[in-house]
Nanobody, 124 residues
Framework: QVQLLESGGGLVQPGGSLRISCAASGRIFNMHDMGWYRQAPGKQRELVATVTSGGDTNYADSVKGRFTISRDNTKNTIYLQMNSLKPEDTAVYYC??????????????????WGQGTQVTVSS
C-alpha cells in the first residue's frame, strides 16, 4: 500500500534550526490531510502541526511562530521547518497521513497512516 518515511532528524543546539521531511511512497491515489506529531520520553504523543490537501495549516500553541509545515503534492512530501529550537522540542517526530491508494482495481483509504519517526534532540 503506502509507506511514510521521515528523514532529517538529528542533534541541534538551542536556538538552532532543523528541517525534517516525510515522503510517502507506494500506489498513491491521493494524499489528504497530513501532519506532524511528536513524543518525548515519558510523555504522550502530541500534535505539532497539520496541513490539509488545500494547504490550510494548524499548529500547536507551543510551536506557533517557530515551526512551519508545508507540503509538495508533486512529491507526496511534507516538511517541518523548525526554528528557534528549545530543549523541550526534543522528541521523536512522527509523520501522519490520510491517504487514498490503489488496491487492485479499487481505491482504498487509510485515514491514519504513521511513519516510523525521526529523533530530534535539542541540546548544547
Amino acid at each position: 500500500q503506502v509507506q511514510l518515511l521521515e528523514s532529517g532528524g538529528g542533534l541541534v543546539q538551542p536556538g538552532g534550526s532543523l528541517r525534517i521531511s516525510c515522503a510517502a511512497s507506494g500506489r498513491i491515489f491521493n494524499m489528504h490531510d497530513m501532519g506532524w506529531y511528536r513524543q518525548a520520553p515519558g510523555k504522550q504523543r502530541e500534535l505539532v502541526a497539520t496541513v490539509t490537501s488545500g494547504g490550510d495549516t494548524n499548529y500547536a500553541d507551543s510551536v506557533k511562530g517557530r515551526f512551519t509545515i508545508s507540503r509538495d503534492n508533486t512529491k507526496n512530501t511534507i516538511y517541518l521547518q523548525m526554528n528557534s529550537l528549545k530543549p523541550e522540542d526534543t522528541a521523536v517526530y512522527y509523520c501522519n497521513a490520510d491517504v487514498s491508494y490503489k488496491s487492485g482495481t479499487y481505491v482504498s483509504r487509510d485515514y491514519d497512516l504513521w511513519g516510523q519517526g525521526t529523533q530530534v534532540t535539542v541540546s548544547s
